[in-house]
């Protein structure tokens, strides 16, 4: 299989030079040339295996240069019991009837992150050496809380690569800061960014296409990547579970023969939902993607118009994972829907860049409001959600995760439709403990109390653990102390980097 950039102008490549670089060099996405379907044999094999069999299968349908055994290597270095706390790997809860949810946050960081950033360091690694890549990868992230965090967990320690994480100094909850500051490992730096998500992504994207940086790293025998999710290698991984999910979903007796279900997935920078749109062209039977923000509703507006406008104010949620303006996936998508056509794409993002702003044409407007349905919520409602959830069914869901099934409490409401859906549930409760708290506990029980002593009340008074990952937090040592201004990024890496 081949990989192509969705603006056209970088020429082909393999999985592993699209893996190793990350982003195309014409600053497009790269995407792979088609969509494989999985086969009757696939199917019929599925309803047996594991999550990391059916891994296997799906991976190597996109990674046709890397041999069975090194694709096993990576699938099962990563998705192991050392790593994540359910042998389910992406375990289905079933709630109640009508209320599936599929829990993504039982790796290390307790973000669905973990999916894809515990591979990826295997899936890079593994690429580099096959385009005999000699080089030092520094792979640079942009990070909103969560990628932040699962990224330096995948990548600490491993030879031949370098990790530099920049999150927005006021846009991450205090668990996550605490997690990435906390982060141990020879070869990991953090800094903090003044400004918010968006300024550090575009930061990030701006050092990527910008020659002197490639340059200087070069002359040094380094060369950048990417761990956010314009990497293939991050997005791959997360087409895994929504199979998976649809298996599960079949053995349990939810669906029969070819029943259709629907997704329902708490948005941000389009990678999650995007991954299910791919789920679906393998031929899982996908009705609707139902596409949930928060107060950041610009998905909501560009799938109810055509319209997509970021000019708007930057809203800072209770669910600031999805507090985002540009959903880069959305390229991707783009580039698809429109039977591959990197002009088209390519004038729309340059019209991003340069106004904030692009409308699409009509066919693709009505493509994407076939397959996508979208609403949002807001703070209030979020609150509302995680404690009728709690009250009702004894279920205690993050902040991102409520957004969701709000949005598809409209959903079920304004279509009437039955479908099965499953909600997918991207972060552990106590990620967004605070606001979890302030849901489901009296305020007198949280009075006095920091981030960190709430989450030992949560526990108490639910009767649910803290994860690993986010148990005694505040205990450890702060080992980064960086902070920059969005237009000092480039010489902060530099300075990382000893250059
Ligand atoms: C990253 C993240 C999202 C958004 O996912 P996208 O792939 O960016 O759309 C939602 N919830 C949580 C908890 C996240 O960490």
Redesign the pocket.
């Known amino acids: 299989m081949k990989y192509h950039s969705t603006r056209g102008r970088q020429s082909v490549s393999s999985a592993a030079e699209a893996i190793t670089r990350g982003l195309a060099s014409d600053g497009g996405l790269f995407v792979p040339d088609r969509i494989p379907r999985l086969s009757e044999e696939d199917w019929a094999a599925m309803e047996n295996e594991t999550y990391q069999e059916r891994a296997c299968r799906i991976l190597a349908y996109y990674l046709d240069d890397f041999s069975s055994e090194e694709i096993r290597d990576c699938v099962y270095g990563a998705y192991n019991d050392n790593q994540f706390d359910d042998p389910r790997i992406a375990p289905l809860v079933f709630v109640k009837e009508n209320l599936v949810i599929q829990e993504l946050w039982h790796g290390p960081t307790c973000?669905?992150?973990d999916m894809a950033l515990q591979i990826l360091p295997h899936l890079l690694t593994t690429s580099a050496a096959k385009i005999e890549e000699k080089s030092e990868i520094v792979i640079l992230v942009a990070t909103?809380?969560?990628?932040g965090k699962a990224a330096l967990e995948g990548f600490k320690d491993v030879p031949g690569t370098r990790i530099i994480v920049f999150f927005p100094e006021d846009g991450v909850s205090e668990v996550q800061k605490r997690q990435m500051l906390t982060q141990e490992g020879e070869n990991v730096h953090v800094a903090a960014v003044y400004g918010n998500f968006d300024d550090a992504q575009t930061g990030v994207k701006s050092i990527f296409s910008n020659s002197s940086y490639t340059e200087i790293l070069g002359k040094n025998q380094m060369k950048m990547s990417s761990a956010n999710?314009i990497n293939w290698g991050r997005l791959l991984p997360q087409i895994v579970y929504y199979v998976s999910a649809y298996m599960d979903l079949k053995a349990e007796g939810t669906l029969k023969g070819n029943d259709p279900m629907n997704i329902v997935v708490?948005?941000?920078?389009?990678?999650?939902?995007l991954a299910a749109f791919y789920a679906r062209q393998m031929g899982v039977p996908i009705q609707k993607l139902i596409c949930a923000s928060n107060a950041n509703n610009v998905l909501t507006d560009f799938i109810h118009s055509g319209v997509y406008d970021r000019n708007r104010n930057f809203a800072k949620t209770i669910?600031p994972?999805?507090d985002?303006l540009i959903s880069s996936n959305l390229e991707r998508l783009l580039y698809e829907l429109t039977g591959h056509d990197d002009k088209k794409v390519s004038g729309w993002m340059e019209a991003l860049n340069q106004d904030g702003r692009y409308e699409v044409d009509e066919a693709t407007k009505q493509q994407i409001q076939n397959l996508f349905w979208a609403d949002f919520a807001d703070d209030e409602k979020t609150i509302e959600m995680i404690q009728q959830t709690w009250a009702e069914d004894h279920y205690l869901m993050?902040t991102?995760t409520a957004v969701a099934r709000k949005v598809y409490e409209r959903y079920a409401e304004e279509t009437g439709d039955e479908t099965p859906a499953v909600i997918v549930s991207?972060?552990s409760p106590y990620k967004f403990g605070n606001s979890v708290a302030q849901a489901v506990l009296s305020t007198e029980r949280l009075e006095g109390r920091n981030e960190f002593e709430v989450l030992t009340v949560l526990s108490e008074q639910t009767g649910t653990t803290i994860p690993v990952g986010i148990r005694d937090l505040e205990k450890r040592p702060i080992l980064h102390h960086t902070k920059t201004a969005k237009e000092e990024m480039g010489q902060t890496i530099l300075d990382f980097l000893g250059l």
């Open positions: 973000a669905f992150k909103s809380g969560d990628t999710s708490p948005t941000g920078n389009f990678g999650n939902i669910s994972s999805m985002i993050d991102h991207t972060a």
